[in-house]
């Protein structure tokens, strides 16, 4: 199992399996694929990026390109929402753009013309290429709030000094798991789902799934922070943890195979309320858990030295996870 975050609570020492993290109601897993990672993108909405292309800028100059402002042809994204448009860095790192329809008037909104032109700002040393991808499809995501300022600056800086090339379309989708009716009944009043997809060629490891509930119950009137829950997914009713004053969903979930969506429902009881001290003891319940990848991590097995693990010279303690 990866490693990806380390908690501390109270008195308990957590080091989690792999946790997948979620919006509102949807969620989105980013893992690899390919040679390059599906990134993660801003104001998703619950949607994800099935589109991109990766634009590669070679720098032919002397001299350094600091952001300069170039407008690239992108005509394999033609019929994309010019809503849903990002553009990152291959680290992950979103840029502003711009879109500039044929006239060269701004274009905000709309469907995307193989005649519109992409601006986005480069960086790059002299000699040097550098890659910006650029995501489409997302017809759930919410509009960027900013835009790259200030226009073509230079529209002759692309011709003299740089090569762009332009890559093909890929393509990225996760097929769902199956869909299952739920009838909440009287006792659970009201609910809301969450989607965990994988768009790895690959299964993903056994991992948490966190769900924003402060974001979830906000959309759901007059539930308070402690209503009791339910988490179904497929005809299984899952053990959950409750963390972060109740703002915080961890749901177990096994190995996601790969290019697959799976879809939870977490039911919301508007009378009954979760039991007393339920934070602390989901607290304890996870350290004590199979998800927690340090062994004993409530401290409360072993005498001066907690059991498995070690103090150090530094009169610090450390001990080995476990897979």
Known sequence: MSLLALYFAAAYSFAMKRV???????????????????????????????????????????????????????????????????????????????VLAPNRGAKRTGLFTPDDKLVVPVACGPKETTTLFVY????????????????LNNPGFEASAFRVSVGALEKNKAYSEGFVMINPGPRWGQFFRAHARNLNSQAASDSLVRVNLLAALARLPGMPPD??????????????????????????????????EREFHVLVSPTEREEPDWELKNYEQLANSSANLLPNGSFELGGDTPESWQKTKSQRFECNRRD
């Not at 489409?136 to 226009?151: I, M, R, S, T």
């Not at 943890?241 to 697959?260: M, T, V």
Request: charged content about 20%; hydrophobic content about 40%; glycine content about 10%.
């Open 20 to 98: 997948l993290f979620a919006s509102a109601g949807l969620f989105l897993v980013v893992v690899s694929q390919g040679a390059a990672p599906w990134h993660k993108l801003c104001l998703e909405n619950g949607g994800y990026w099935p589109q991109r292309v990766a634009i590669a800028f070679e720098n032919t100059s002397d001299r350094a390109a600091n952001g300069e402002p170039l407008a690239v042809s992108v005509p394999a994204l033609a019929g994309a929402k010019v809503e849903s448009l990002r553009v990152c860095r291959e680290d992950g790192v979103e840029v502003l753009y711009d």
């Open 136 to 151: 489409a499809g997302n017809n759930e995501a919410w509009p960027v709030p900013d835009f790259l300022p200030g226009g």
């Open 227 to 260: 209503a009791k829950l339910q988490v179904i997914s497929g005809k299984n009713t899952l053990s959950y943890y409750r963390l972060n004053s109740g703002h915080d969903l961890l749901i177990p979930s096994r190995a996601i195979p790969p290019q697959r």
